[in-house]
């Protein structure tokens, strides 16, 4: 089955500075990449996603790269504001039956 | 817009007992999905259901059942409760496409522990 690797496990960064989440994945067959941000105990919220016929998509401050070939992609985030702090979570999936989670990313951003 | 409801919300029950979690997809979402999700940890994958027939199957104990309904909600039934069941339990949906995998929606969780 699919493996994700997500790192860094933890992250600190200043306000307004850039925060980068990468993942890998092991299967060439998983084609939909979504990152979502969970605040403590609330539920994952999608951010964004890619899907493997594209290598970058940007929204606002929120941009994600994918490399198939390498099979990694990352998740960017510009100008952080401390409400961006929270745990991140990357996921890949193949067939949308089943969604495989990396171990999540905690985001500090100091004011 | 709807969201992906889950009830009960909290649930406390002993160790050996039962527990039912509901859970109402966004209207038109086909496919439901179950997860548990530990202390600092990540969403596990439990079970998929799409259509009302189970889609794919995760780490989910033998202990656990689930089943979607004809009006699409589903329900996770978990048996001779431990206390490792502590967790919250999340439920998610989507719109099933022939154009690949879609975008799934979480529901608020159901944070079960067992005593």
């Known amino acids: 089955g699919e493996n994700v690797e997500q790192h860094p496990s933890t992250l600190s960064v200043q306000e307004g500075d850039s925060a980068v989440i990468k993942c890998t994945y092991s299967?060439?067959?998983?084609?939909?990449f979504p990152w979502y941000k969970q605040e403590l105990g609330k539920r994952p919220q999608l951010i964004i996603d890619?899907?493997?016929?594209?290598g970058e998509k940007k929204d606002q401050r929120i941009a994600v790269t994918l490399n198939k070939t390498a099979k990694h992609f990352s998740l960017h985030i510009t100008e952080t504001q401390p409400e961006d702090s929270a745990v991140y979570f990357c996921?890949?999936?193949?067939?949308?039956?089943?969604?495989?989670f990396g171990t999540g990313t905690s985001l500090t951003v100091i004011p | 817009a709807a969201g992906v409801i889950q009830s009960p919300r909290h649930l406390i029950k002993e160790k050996r007992e039962t527990a039912t979690l509901k859970c109402y997809p966004i209207?038109?979402?086909?496919?439901v999905y179950w997860y548990q999700q530990g202390p600092g940890q990540d969403p596990q994958f439990l079970i998929s259901?799409?259509?009302?027939?189970?889609?794919d199957k995760g780490s989910i104990p033998d202990r656990f059942s689930a089943q979607q309904f004809s009006d699409y909600h589903s329900e996770l039934n978990m048996s001779s409760l431990e206390l490792g069941d502590s967790a919250l339990y999340f439920c998610?949906?989507?719109?099933?496409?022939?154009?690949?995998?879609?975008?799934?929606?979480f529901g608020p969780g159901t944070r079960l522990t067992v005593l």
């Open positions: 998610a949906s989507s719109l099933a496409s022939a154009g690949g995998t879609d975008t799934q929606y």
């Open positions: 299967d060439s067959a998983s084609n939909y």
């Open positions: 890619i899907r493997s016929n594209v």
């Open positions: 996921a890949a999936s193949d067939t949308g039956n089943q969604f495989y």
């Open positions: 209207p038109r979402h086909d496919t």
């Open positions: 259901f799409y259509e009302k027939m189970q889609s």
